[in-house]
């Protein structure tokens, strides 16, 4: 059984930052592409970053050089340093495992996290 469980949310004001992690069992993170999406309110959910099971980092656009996704592989833990955070980062943070082991490139999600909630204040 597949879980993923994210922490590290809460309140921050524009330009601080703050560490999500996504502890994950049933999986061993450095084989799959791992991932993080949000959803802001009346929005649809997007990809925010993903690293791949060799590695590879990439970004939305509105994240780069402000995110950093990273894993560990003996906490089978992902995370997500935020900083500059803006207030249009505001949104729930999901964390997401790939359906496919070693894949090439790029990431299908099939086990989700329950969430965790971002608040930027301006």
């Known amino acids: 059984q597949v879980q993923l469980v994210e922490s590290g949310g809460g309140l921050v004001q524009a330009g601080g930052s703050l560490r999500l992690s996504c502890a994950v069992s049933?999986?061993?993170?450095?084989?799959?592409?791992m991932g993080w999406f949000r959803q802001a309110p009346n929005k649809e959910r997007e990809t925010v970053a993903w690293?791949?099971?060799?590695?590879?980092?990439n970004y939305a656009e509105s994240v780069k050089g402000r995110f950093t996704i990273s894993r560990d592989g003996a906490k089978n833990t992902v995370y997500l340093q935020m900083n500059s955070l803006r207030p249009e980062d505001t949104a729930v943070y999901y964390c997401?495992?790939?359906?496919?082991?070693?894949?090439?490139?790029?990431?299908?999600?099939?086990?989700w996290g329950q969430g965790t909630q971002v608040t930027v204040s301006s």
């Open positions: 997401a495992t790939d359906s496919q082991a070693h894949r090439d490139y790029g990431i299908a999600p099939a086990y």
């Open positions: 049933g999986r061993t993170v450095s084989n799959y592409a």
């Open positions: 690293i791949s099971w060799t590695a590879n980092t």
